[in-house]
């Protein structure tokens, strides 16, 4: 069983920058890929960026260039640098976590950018 806690959600202006942590309890063994989704209001839940065991990353369009994604195995930890923050960007961040058929979902936190 892993268990993702996100951190580092908040109040920014826009062009502001946040970082996000999502640190797993339990074992990450057989963890393949570890990604950040977000939902807004009245929409549905989207990915914003993924990242493998082996590095390779993968971005929505709309965030490419201003955030990057990054995990750290050792501390079991994944995280999110989001520069050039605009008002679209506000949303609930989930962290996910991949073992083959399951996924293991983290409780959101809040990303609210204001203009």
């Known amino acids: 069983q892993v268990q993702p806690v996100e951190s580092g959600g908040g109040l920014v202006q826009a062009g502001g920058s946040l970082r996000l942590s999502c640190a797993c309890s339990g074992s990450i063994f057989s963890i393949r890929t570890m990604g950040w989704y977000r939902q807004a209001p009245g929409k549905q839940r989207e990915l914003v960026a993924a990242?493998?065991?082996?590095?390779?990353?993968n971005y929505a369009d709309s965030v490419k260039g201003r955030f990057t994604v990054s995990r750290d195995n050792a501390k079991k930890t994944l995280y999110l640098q989001m520069n050039s923050l605009k008002p679209e960007d506000t949303a609930v961040y989930y962290c996910?976590?991949?073992?083959?058929?399951?996924?293991?979902w983290g409780q959101g936190t809040q990303v609210t950018v204001s203009s």
């Open positions: 990242i493998t065991t082996g590095g390779s990353t």
């Open positions: 996910n976590a991949e073992r083959g058929p399951v996924y293991y």
